[in-house]
């Protein structure tokens, strides 16, 4: 039946594509950085069905239900964008120095409205909830706010989709993957703290410079020889702070890195560890050393399900669909995924070593159209799991008892 469905609305789905490619541009042309994003979010509700029936939530975010009443499926979109200056040159480039969608979020949101416009004006099996969360970029998560705010739970939402560009993969391709498909993310700073004094009387001081060069030079080995090797994690130091001055031994060195894991369990362990090796190595020169974790996104999880049902209906658009891509890049959606099922998708936009976050990244405009597709597919697949799952949570006939 889905099939059927889908290439029904499909069809209708392509007189929506003008307008949200213009959209697009629009939004492109106008960017917002993570909290501020209030002008984006009216551009976008300017633009839905019942746009002005929105409830705000995260601050510069907002929810609409398209489709009536009762069990929804939400799609979300993000509005945020990067501190980045532009170098693509095209006519609809942003118009805020400093600003710009390097990350497709402008493609996301054009594809919502495209697909929110058509259940709107055509139908759909179950109401929609256009999702427009702030702050993806960076922290606090918009994501983590909307999931604690209760009002997914309060507009009856039983699954969440998103799509986002992806230029690893070949324009015309989708990763639509089940399981754990994005790591978790987490921030942190090791501080050493130990004596400083004169550079040339360094018997007198314990030297903190030395202590977190050892601490840094461990933690490359905590995950070759800490962690199970059939597990992912990623640890990378990414800056080091300490002194003044040439000839004086400060008295404290900072260190700050990232860490990633493909696993919840894995996450936990390497935290601990990575405490345990600041703690002894700088111990062992005389210093100390005190961690502290800034919690990011967990791990990002698709409902095997819902990828499986997905992929089969963009296969019967025609679509390549692949059920590979993982990485230890983060996302999050994954605070919706450890809530609900949900799905998030890959779309291929190059395929040639472009990067996201790159000051000329560019997605053409006919990927709207893919990612709007994809939300589209995902959207049906979720909207029959759910009726599958009530009718078989639904009491027989008898089982009903008479009172």
């Known amino acids: ?52 029936d929105m409830t705000k939530v995260a601050d510069t975010g907002a929810v609409v239900r398209i489709g009536g009443d009762g069990p929804a499926v939400a799609l979300r979109a993000e509005l945020d964008a990067l501190a980045v200056v532009e170098a693509t040159g095209v006519p609809w480039a942003s ?25 709107a004006r055509v139908g759909g099996p179950v109401p929609l909830l256009a999702v427009l969360q ?35 993969l070949p324009a015309g391709t989708v990763s639509c993957t089940p399981g754990v498909v994005n790591a978790s993310s987490d921030e942190f700073t090791v501080t050493v703290h130990g004596r400083g004094g004169h550079a040339a009387y360094p018997h007198l001081t ?15 080995s905590l995950v070759s020889r800490g962690i199970d090797p059939m597990s992912s994690i990623v640890l990378s130091v990414t800056t080091l702070e300490a002194g ?34 600041a703690d002894l190595t700088a111990r062992a020169h005389g210093c100390t050393a005190k961690v502290r974790f800034t919690r990011g996104e967990p791990v990002l999880d698709n409902d095997p399900r819902l990828a499986a049902a997905t992929g089969a209906l963009l296969a019967s658009l025609g679509l390549t669909v692949s059920h590979e891509l993982r990485s230890a890049g983060s996302d999050d959606f994954s605070f ?20 996201l976050h790159s000051p000329t990244f560019l997605p053409d405009d006919a ?3 893919d990612v709007a597709h994809a939300l589209l597919a995902g959207y049906l697949a979720a909207a029959e799991l759910t009726a599958s799952d009530n009718a078989a949570a639904a009491p027989t006939t008898a089982e009903v008892k008479v009172v």
């Open 1 to 52: 039946m889905n099939n059927r469905l889908l290439a029904s609305l499909s069809a209708e789905l392509e007189h929506e594509l003008p307008g949200a490619v213009a959209l697009r541009h629009q939004l492109h042309a106008q960017p917002r950085v993570s909290g501020e994003e209030g002008e984006t979010r009216d551009l976008v509700l300017a633009a839905l069905p019942n746009g002005s």
């Open 367 to 369: 990927r709207v159209r």
């Open 336 to 355: 919706f995924s450890e809530r609900l099922p949900a799905l998030m998708m890959f779309v291929g936009t190059h395929g040639d070593g472009t990067q």
């Open 206 to 220: 314990r030297d903190p410079v030395v202590a977190l060069a050892h601490v840094v030079v461990a933690l490359q």
């Open 134 to 168: 702030p702050r993806e970029e960076t922290y606090p998560s918009g994501a983590r706010d909307i999931t604690e705010d209760g009002l997914l739970e309060l507009e009856a939402c039983r699954a969440v989709v998103g799509a986002h560009v992806q230029p690893l």
């Open 95 to 119: 118009g805020h120095p400093g600003v710009m969608h390097a990350c497709g979020h402008d493609v996301h949101m054009a594809a919502v409205v495209a697909v929110a416009r058509t259940i």
């Open 244 to 277: 003044t001055a040439a000839n004086v031994t400060p008295g404290v060195a900072v260190a700050r890195g990232t860490v990633r894991a493909m696993s919840t369990a894995d996450r936990e362990t390497v935290h601990a560890r990575l405490e345990e090796v």
